[in-house]
């Protein structure tokens, strides 16, 4: 948890967070409240590691599911591990109509995947992917595997498709893009924060789940 700083004071404090609920980088939310850009970047972190502590860890996801690995960071472009040199592997879940739930993981193997996919997924759900080989094994599996082929179509006319996931990875990428570099030891933060702008409703209630988690 955050503790107050005697050096902020609560109204900077909640300046603050509105700057971060409303991703402003902290450089800029610094010049706006009125504090030292530094103060400013060693209170996003703190944020950041009280989301990571309070996230917490749901329930298993049933019915239909959409995953998927993605990769963030680093200077060269390439599908899947292919030119991912510099890169951080994610992997993604996501409930449709639901939540989403996002992990770094060191590579995509199968043997990588699966078991996080048995962690989260309910037996017998249905899973959507697209045709990346590390899936295959979802086909003799207890979950009911569907997939996606990219390079025919884009929504199936049976519903096929892992828009969701591919969203999430979307406003992911927006969002950390404004930062100037990120540290890999702290990526799974900014990851967690990622999951927590995505999950927590729009910016009302995630002002107010943060206001109370830090008991302002």
Known sequence: ?????????KSTQEKLI???????????A??????NRHT????????????????????KMDGEIEIDESYFGGERKGKRGRGAAGKVPVFGLLKRRGRVYAVMIPDARSE???????????P???????????????????????????TDEFVASNGNHING????????????????????QHFHLYLKECEFHFN???PRQRLETIKIWLQL
């Open 1 to 9: 948890m955050v503790r107050r700083a005697s050096k902020i004071s």
């Open 18 to 28: 509105e700057y971060f609920i409303a991703g402003t980088t902290a450089r800029t």
């Open 30 to 35: 610094g010049e706006l409240a009125g504090v």
């Open 40 to 59: 400013a970047r060693l209170y996003f972190h703190k944020l950041r590691e009280v989301i990571a502590a309070n996230m917490p860890a749901w329930q």
């Open 112 to 122: 990588t995947l699966l078991p996080i996919i048995r962690q989260k997924v309910v």
């Open 124 to 150: 017998d759900s249905i899973v959507y992917t697209d045709g990346f080989k590390s899936y295959d094994i979802l086909d003799v599996s207890e979950f009911r595997h569907q997939r996606v082929n990219h």
């Open 165 to 184: 996931i591919e969203n999430f990875w979307n406003q992911a990428k927006r969002h950390l893009r404004r930062y100037n570099g990120i540290p890999r």
């Open 200 to 202: 927590y409703g729009p």
